[in-house]
């Protein structure tokens, strides 16, 4: 048995809680939210802290720190989950979903995820103070 089908988010070690990462970058792309409706719209814009490249955060600790607006998932109440991506490991198993077979936990790497296309190293831009975000609004194709 794998330990994200036996335990709770909450009952994971920090090591398995950040496992659960596919790097697909996501959660790290600018959101705006419609205040009137509250949906969540993601854009192609990454955060500045982000390799595009290789979808990890390049101050991963210190992050918090240097972009205040940076959610630690972690911290989050899973109420607030509902702004994650839906092919995010944290918010299919709150909700009670398996992870994907594309998933690096399932296949050992992240092969499968970047041939679905999961990741954002393809399309994602970096931010800057000339962009309009509501420019950059995208649809999720998966």
Known sequence: MTFWTSKKLTEMTPEEWESLCDHCGKCCLHKLEDE??????????A????????????????RNA?????LNIRT?????YEWLPST????????NQPLPTWHPLIK?????????????SNYAIS???K?????HIIDWII
């Open 66 to 70: 240097l972009v205040p607006e940076c």
């Open 131 to 135: 962009l309009d975000l509501e420019d």
């Open 36 to 45: 009137e409706t509250g949906e969540i719209f993601f854009t192609d814009v």
């Open 108 to 120: 050992g790497n992240t092969k499968a995820m970047k041939k679905k296309g999961v990741s954002i």
């Open 127 to 129: 931010e800057s103070p």
């Open 47 to 62: 955060c500045k802290l982000l390799k595009i490249n290789t979808c990890q955060c390049s101050h991963y600790s210190q």
């Open 76 to 80: 989050m109440d899973t109420a607030q």
């Open 88 to 95: 995010c490991a944290y918010r299919l198993l709150n909700d």
